[in-house]
């Protein structure tokens, strides 16, 4: 049953917080770091004016719905504003009391569809490894193949038809599916004393890159930390993103209790499904003893690249006293920076780190790898969940600035650490016929070692 036009839902208080809303004193200085701002130049399209009309919203003025509803929908999530915002506004706790309330301005069957791929499709794992290997015989069958002409025009919105531009963007967005390895329940290090991890491997991340995980895996086993992959659900974040809070905290309490007796840190190579883990706690009032479960689940949350040491290879290398010879993988490297990874989760150095001394070792063996700095790194590509499905066309319209932004560093390849980035880079790349290449972290560097 839909709620009154004017009632907003957080997932733990029910309502909009006044406070909240009146914190922003409407500056301004959050507009650059908005990518919805930057490709519009609308206000209604930018923080303070979300912010705005959500004011007017909690006061009665204006119903949620129509276009209060739409600028609200066509928000990226990315939290660049809350980087950017002197004055603390918690941007992503007004986003998420006002999300749930979207759910009822959709189509009737576009909601029940979402809530369908939410609770039925992303939990089945059996499903997803189905799906994509049908996806992967039919790849096989009919190669992609590279657009020449048109490309850029239809990265830059400027064919005569949205509808054949839509029906390009959603066949870039779909990479081409690899042949899926199991994960076994562990895998030993070669050398001993490091802790065991447990790899998160999520939903989507682990049918569409499930390289990356053994990547991640293949990584750690060379720190020396036994790696588990136990039982698991989806995190949730597609469905909480979209509103749909009661299935995300349904997915959360199924991972709080899969790990219950799995020891070890998490280990997450999806920046999105690390936001959403490090957060499961907003799913529960404090007074639900699921909050204090879910607290505790967090705490044992990282994103690979938290615990990968830059120096990956050094105890290897005492061990077998000898020094691994690196493949040197690309002349020149740009990281783009995942917003759930540097502004959900606040990890900003350590990819960089991570880069940088791989650049070193490459350099003691006489190798030259070039980090090139891009332009904006910080700013949201424009896939954002599902957002590049439900609002395509401005989906493109960030992914072009980026797109073009990345031409300039010249790189050969483009690092970053969450599947939804590598999609839309990836096809950004094809629709822009530009011949860089997009890679995980993790894959990237565990590639320069041999097997």
């Known amino acids: 049953m839909a709620l009154p036009d004017n009632q907003v839902i957080s997932p733990a208080t029910g309502k909009l917080d006044a406070d909240l809303l009146s914190a922003c004193i409407h500056c301004g200085l959050c507009l650059p770091?908005?990518?919805?701002?930057?490709?519009?130049?609308?206000?209604?399209?930018?923080?303070?004016?979300?912010?705005?009309?959500l004011s007017l919203v909690e006061k009665g003025e204006i119903p949620f719905a129509g276009e209060a509803a739409e600028h609200i929908e066509s928000c990226l999530g990315c939290l660049g504003c809350q980087t950017a915002c002197p004055s603390g506004v918690r941007y992503e706790e007004?986003?998420?009391?006002?999300?749930?309330?979207?759910k009822h301005a959709r189509p009737k069957f576009l909601r029940a569809l979402l809530r369908f791929g939410f609770s039925?499709?992303?939990?089945?794992?059996?499903?997803?490894?189905?799906?994509?290997?049908?996806?992967?015989?039919?790849q096989q069958m009919f190669p992609k193949r590279q657009r020449k002409e048109g490309n850029q025009s239809v990265l830059a919105g400027m064919t005569m038809s949205p509808f054949i531009n839509r029906l390009k963007a959603y066949a870039a967005f779909l990479p081409e599916v690899p042949k899926f390895k199991p994960h076994p329940r562990r895998r030993e290090a070669k050398i001993a004393g490091g802790e065991t991890m447990q790899l998160f491997s999520g939903c989507v991340m682990d049918v569409l890159y499930n390289p990356v995980n053994?990547?991640?895996?293949?990584?750690?086993?060379?720190?020396?930390?036994?790696?588990?992959?136990?039982?698991?659900?989806?995190?949730?974040?597609?469905?909480?993103?979209?509103?749909?809070?009661?299935?995300?905290r349904a997915l959360a309490k199924e991972n709080i209790e899969k790990?219950?007796?799995?020891?070890?840190?998490?280990?997450?190579?999806?920046?999105?499904?690390g936001a959403m883990l490090k957060e499961y706690s907003h799913l529960f009032a404090v007074d639900d003893p699921w909050h204090a479960r879910a607290e505790e689940f967090s705490k044992r949350v990282f994103d690979v690249v938290e615990v990968l040491s830059p120096d990956v290879?050094?105890?290897?290398?005492?061990?077998?006293?000898?020094?691994?010879?690196?493949?040197?993988?690309a002349a020149s490297v740009a990281y783009h920076a995942a917003c759930h990874l540097a502004h959900a989760q606040g990890v900003r150095n350590e990819p960089k780190e991570i880069l940088l001394q791989l650049r070193r070792k490459l350099a003691e063996q006489g190798k030259n790898m070039k980090l090139v700095e891009l332009r904006e790194a910080e700013h949201c590509c424009g896939s954002a969940g599902i957002y590049n499905v439900i609002n395509t066309e401005l989906s493109l319209e960030v992914l072009n600035r980026k797109m073009?932004?990345?031409?300039?560093?010249?790189?050969?390849?483009?690092?970053?650490?969450?599947?939804?980035?590598?999609?839309?880079?990836?096809?950004?790349?094809?629709?822009?016929?530009?011949p860089v290449k997009v890679m995980h972290l993790a894959e990237f560097v565990a590639q320069t070692y041999p097997d």
């Open 404 to 434: 073009e932004n990345i031409a300039d560093t010249h790189a050969e390849i483009v690092v970053t650490t969450n599947p939804g980035c590598l999609l839309q880079l990836n096809a950004g790349a094809e629709l822009s016929n530009s």
């Open 214 to 248: 053994h990547a991640t895996a293949k990584l750690l086993n060379m720190q020396g930390c036994p790696v588990e992959r136990n039982d698991q659900t989806c995190c949730g974040a597609l469905a909480y993103h979209a509103g749909e809070v009661d299935i995300a």
């Open 94 to 102: 007004i986003l998420s009391q006002a999300r749930p309330h979207l």
């Open 120 to 138: 039925e499709i992303l939990p089945n794992y059996w499903f997803l490894k189905f799906g994509a290997s049908m996806f992967r015989a039919v």
């Open 259 to 273: 790990f219950k007796n799995a020891d070890g840190k998490i280990i997450v190579t999806s920046a999105g499904c």
């Open 313 to 329: 290879i050094s105890a290897q290398e005492s061990k077998e006293r000898n020094a691994i010879q690196l493949k040197l993988p």
């Open 33 to 53: 770091a908005c990518p919805t701002y930057l490709a519009t130049g609308r206000e209604s399209e930018s923080p303070r004016g979300r912010i705005y009309l």
